[in-house]
């Protein structure tokens, strides 16, 4: 390799490096934003089976939609966090989706992370719909179906304050 491509080399990887930092350091979510209090649309995904589940299947109880995608790098870092959340919240409906275009990255991106949750991916023409901007992405949904909240980024899932918050979005005390 000649001097001239390994300086393009180490200046792509500086680049990349950068942006990846770059992106990590503004992903946090600062603080729950208030929703518009519209109907959530019926949106649709597919689990690894190649079944479609509907959110109105889950209507009558509080949800959390957490946009997700195997290339986000801010996600992998979130998930495990996400995931212990769930579990100590279960009274809270938590439905993880992804953004992939194929199930195959979804799954491995759980399985290389060593993820206890099993991929949904999002139907792409509701993603579309939805305008979802950036993952990791969270909308609140209540119980009758309205959007009451969302945030950007990586959520603080270990916290109780972030508990609080999310109780106090959904209407649960």
């Not at 995931?83 to 991106?109: C, G, T, Y």
């Not at 991929?119 to 179906?145: E, H, R, W």
Request: one cysteine or more; charged letters at 20%.
């Amino acid at each position: 390799m000649n001097r001239s491509n390994k300086a393009n080399r180490f200046l792509i990887i500086l680049i990349t490096t950068l942006f990846v930092l770059f992106i990590t350091s503004f992903s946090h979510a600062e603080e729950i934003q208030p929703g518009d209090n519209l109907p959530m649309p019926d949106i649709r995904w597919q689990d690894e089976d190649g079944n479609t589940h509907h959110l109105k299947d889950s209507n009558g109880k509080p949800r959390l939609l957490h946009f997700w995608a195997a290339w986000c790098i801010p996600c992998r870092q979130e998930m495990p966090e996400m995931l212990k959340w769930q579990k100590e919240n279960s009274d809270i409906v938590l439905i993880p989706l992804s953004l992939d275009q194929r199930m195959a990255q979804a799954k491995h991106f759980v399985k290389k992370n060593n993820l206890a949750m099993s991929p949904l991916l999002m139907n792409a023409d509701d993603s579309d719909k939805l305008g979802i901007p950036v993952v990791p992405y969270t909308l609140f949904v209540s119980a009758d179906g309205l959007i009451t909240g969302y945030f950007f980024g990586i959520a603080a899932w270990e916290t109780r304050e972030f508990t609080q918050q999310v109780r106090q979005h959904l209407g649960i005390e």
